[in-house]
């Protein structure tokens, strides 16, 4: 994951390596992982699990339907970033709580509206963001 | 932390700067003015002080010794704490365990920050962090809040712009307040958007700002030129790390940070008569009324209406104003709270004071960081 020293488009978000994304059947994923001890899961995909520092954990694809928490178009950010942009926090069915930018500042977003992840290729890395779903 | 085993210690002079956009003034210059005043408060000469603890999260390496340079401190041992927003609390909460426990008898304390060096705009975050390389800002943290709040209990924004009236009309009646013009809800919801649905005007300005504390045992507040304000209580809790669901709208570090508090000095927060809170967004005051213990979960809007946390009331919260009209020097805001709680229970202010404050309590927060609720959280309960 690169920090954001570049300027960042409304619908742009943290760029990643070909390491922490997965292909599956259907496209591709985020990378996560879940703790083969505790069970829990983590985001970005960590070697050591964070809650109980058990060493072995399987990778997790973190994709599709998901629950919109909370959302808000943001006006004010750092210098180089394009405002205004959507942010929002989705629940997945496996517990992760991810934080992405929305596909468009204009939609009126409704909180535990269903949105879905989409992981796409961008240059020469990836990047993600929720759009929203059919219920 | 059991306060069984610490000797009885009070704060015993005190000292502040109007905060604002001091953009001439370096960062020790900002300072001295502070230390200076809280050393002759006190009543203490210079080689009386045994250590100084500064608080401070954006002024670059030693920032206490750079104090120190100009206020004749140096030589003795200085602590820098960074503790994003908490780092002056937690400044303060070091010196006195350091004094509780008898290692030391007088401490300087200082709060330092300033922010207009930055350029404006946003705090910088930690640009490694997966939340903030996707956007993430500290108003935008609130927003999210602020929307589910407002999604699972009914409230309106008019409601959040209620708070940042109630603070503008404490903020005109002190002296070192950054903005002291009243405002009404329609103007605040009229300022420009910042993150949905906060606006300019519910959000704390830029600015720069210090202060600081002396404090010592108890009983050693003989020269002082005011009573001595006994520190009741001290907690400091780190947040917990969760990767998936957190209610945004339960702030559980402070929420943990303060039941730890009420159950170790056995404290009912209802008797609380003036309170100063991490209000550095409209909804975080409402948020902090049910977390702090005033008010059940969603009810805090009825109590702001009905007056409860405004002068007058029985609950007093943020009587400078708070970071709303003064401004939130990150570093400085921990130090300045105490600063104006010490001042409320020794009845020193004049049009904003709460009559027969007894008990006054801080509570500051910190750090926007992925799978926190915040990084830091510090209280501390001050008794006249």
Redesign the interface.
């Known amino acids: ?5 570049e300027p ?1 488009a409304p619908n742009e ?3 990643l390596a070909a390491t922490e994304v997965m292909t599956q059947e259907h496209g591709l994923a985020l990378r996560a992982s879940q703790c083969m001890a505790c069970g ?5 995909a960590s070697t050591i699990c ?2 109980c520092l058990h060493e072995s954990l399987r990778d997790l694809p973190l994709v599709g339907k998901a629950s919109l ?11 180089n ?1 394009q405002t ?2 959507a ?3 989705a ?1 997945f069915p496996n ?3 991810l ?3 929305l596909a468009d500042a204009t939609t009126d977003w409704r ?2 509206q269903p949105v879905v992840l989409k992981v796409v290729a961008a240059g020469e890395g990836f990047r993600y963001f929720l759009e929203g779903a059919a219920a | 932390m059991s306060h069984a085993k610490l000797r009885d210690v009070a704060v015993l002079g005190t000292g502040i700067i109007p905060f604002g956009k001091h953009r001439a003034v370096s960062v020790p210059h900002l300072a001295r003015p502070a230390v200076i005043d809280a050393l002759k408060e006190s009543g203490l000469v210079r080689s009386d002080i045994e250590a100084m603890y500064c608080g401070s999260a954006l002024s670059g390496m030693m920032a206490g010794q750079r104090v120190a340079r100009e206020t004749g401190l140096t030589g003795i041992p200085i602590v820098n704490n960074e503790n994003a927003c908490s780092s002056g609390a937690t400044a303060f909460r070091e010196a006195f365990i350091a004094v509780g426990s008898g290692q030391i008898d007088y401490a300087m304390v200082v709060g330092v920050e300033k922010l207009t060096r930055l ?1 404006g ?2 705090l ?1 975050l930690d ?2 962090d ?8 500290m ?2 943290l609130y ?3 602020a ?2 709040y407002l ?1 699972d209990h009914g409230h309106s924004a008019r409601d959040l712009a209620m708070v940042a009236v109630k603070s503008r009309r404490h903020g005109a009646l002190t002296p070192y307040a950054q903005f002291r013009a009243p405002t009404t809800v329609e103007e605040v919801l009229a300022s ?6 906060l606006t300019l005007m519910q959000c704390c300005p830029t600015g720069d700002g210090a202060a600081a504390v002396v404090i010592g045992p108890a009983d050693g507040a003989r020269s002082a030129l005011h009573p001595a304000v006994k520190v009741r209580g001290s907690h400091l809790a780190s947040g917990r ?6 209610d ?1 709208t339960i702030p559980e570090i402070t929420l943990r940070c303060a039941g730890e508090l009420y159950e170790e000095i056995a404290l009912d927060p209802r008797d609380i008569d003036v309170l100063e809170c991490h209000d550095a967004f409209t909804i975080a005051e409402l948020l902090y009324y049910e977390a702090l213990g005033l008010c059940p979960q969603g009810e805090a809007p009825r109590l702001l209406h009905g007056g409860v946390t405004s002068l007058g009331g029985r609950n007093v919260v943020n009587p400078s104003g708070g970071m709303l009209s003064k401004g939130h020097p990150v570093g400085a805001s921990g130090t300045a709270q105490i600063v104006e709680i010490v001042r409320q229970l020794q009845g020193r202010c004049d049009a904003r004071q709460v009559r027969g404050a007894r008990l006054g309590l801080t509570h500051v927060t910190g750090g926007g960081t ?1 799978g926190f609720d915040h990084g830091a959280c510090c209280i501390h309960v001050f008794e006249a």
């Open positions: 994951m690169n920090p954001p020293s960042l978000g943290a760029r829990k899961c983590t985001f970005p964070p809650f928490y909370s959302f808000t178009r943001v006006h004010a950010a750092p210098v970033w205004p942009y942010l929002g926090y629940d517990g992760l709580r934080l992405a930018k909180a535990d | 350029g705009g946003t910088p640009e490694e997966i939340e903030v390389a996707n956007g993430q800002v108003p935008g927003a999210m809040r929307q589910r999604h420009r958007p910042i993150a949905d649905p790390y969760l990767s998936g669901f957190r945004m992925a």
